[in-house]
């Protein structure tokens, strides 16, 4: 009685599961590469316009100067909220819109140090000696430093032209070797499935020369090497 031989097939439900979750982990990481892009582009765009980018309700304001050293750094993003003027209070960081006239329209960001009795504020940065010559009015005020951003301020930083331009040196290489490492797996899984193919071939001709020498050894001859068959003709 011949030998049956179980042959394993893989099941096709867990290789559609396989591919479906393959496929959903391809669209989160572009979603997430064109969310990213875009919010660099935003931020960008923003700073170079001199504008604070808004999102979730934030305010989003880059540190143009060293007035809050070491506070605040050059270049860094900060989250600013909006408030209520009524709810500030001595050592909060705001932001307002100055109208000194050296800097006439330009965002500030100083630290409250008093309180007048008409509402308004007298701010000073943490690197300066001595505070803002001018007062500042409730509605000037943009709102309350919340915290840095590192996020943003690495967005943002892409508006230097050096830096974007190397930026996209890198992101070519990266493709590139990306590119290369595919096609390394790729020769590297044909040759296993060639491998894989040439060991099934030696199996299955072990398997063949086996069988004929169990028939030689029980006196089986092949019909084409049956002499009687020559001595009838």
Request: hydrophobic share 40%; net charge negative; glycine share 6%.
């Amino acid at each position: 009685m011949d030998e049956e031989k179980e042959i394993t097939q893989p099941d096709p439900p867990a290789q559609d599961a396989r591919s479906i979750l393959k496929r959903i982990g391809s669209a989160v990481l572009t979603a997430v590469l064109v969310l990213s892009l875009g919010l660099m582009v935003y931020v960008t765009a923003c700073t170079v316009r001199g504008k604070p980018a808004v999102l979730l309700g934030r305010c989003i304001f880059q540190v143009v100067t060293g007035s809050m050293e070491p506070t605040l750094h050059v270049g860094e993003c900060i989250l600013v909220e909006r408030c209520d003027p009524e709810t500030l209070k001595t050592g909060d960081v705001i932001v307002y819109v100055s109208e000194d006239p050296e800097i006439y329209g330009k965002f500030v960001t100083h630290r409250i140090v008093a309180r007048e009795p008409d509402g308004s504020f007298i701010t000073r940065g943490d690197a300066n000696p001595v505070a803002d010559a001018l007062a500042v009015r409730p509605e000037q005020i943009q709102g309350k430093y919340i915290r840095k951003s590192r996020l943003y301020t690495w967005a943002s930083s892409f508006a230097d032209l050096r830096k974007s331009a190397l930026f996209l040196i890198m992101l070519g290489v990266t493709a590139m070797a990306f590119y290369e490492l595919r096609t390394v797996l790729r020769l590297g899984k044909e040759v296993q499935e060639e491998t894989a193919q040439e060991r099934q071939e030696r199996l299955i001709r072990e398997a063949i020369d086996k069988e004929k020498a169990r028939l030689e050894a029980e006196g089986f001859v092949p019909p084409e090497e049956d002499p009687g068959k020559e001595e009838q003709d």
